[in-house]
């Protein structure tokens, strides 16, 4: 293995950790929920409650009458 990619392969790696831990990046939390609040991933859907951590990109679905 030459110079050049003993620098190049570890430098790609790092920056494919950095990418995948930024599209998992936590934003902040759920202060209040009123009803019907949901996080929707793929085809499941799960309640989020006060205190739950958000993520960047993360969809949420509200239900009538509800608030986030």
Do not use: H, K, Y
Not at 19 to 29: C, I, K, L, P, T
């Amino acid at each position: 293995m030459n110079l050049r990619a003993c620098f190049f392969v570890p430098a790609l790696l790092l920056s494919i950790a950095c990418a995948a831990s930024a599209a998992q990046m936590g934003v902040g939390e759920a202060v209040v929920i009123q009803n019907e609040v949901v996080r929707v991933a793929e085809s499941a859907a799960s309640q989020i409650n006060v205190g739950d951590s958000m993520l960047r990109d993360e969809v949420v679905r509200t239900g009538a009458n509800s608030d986030s």
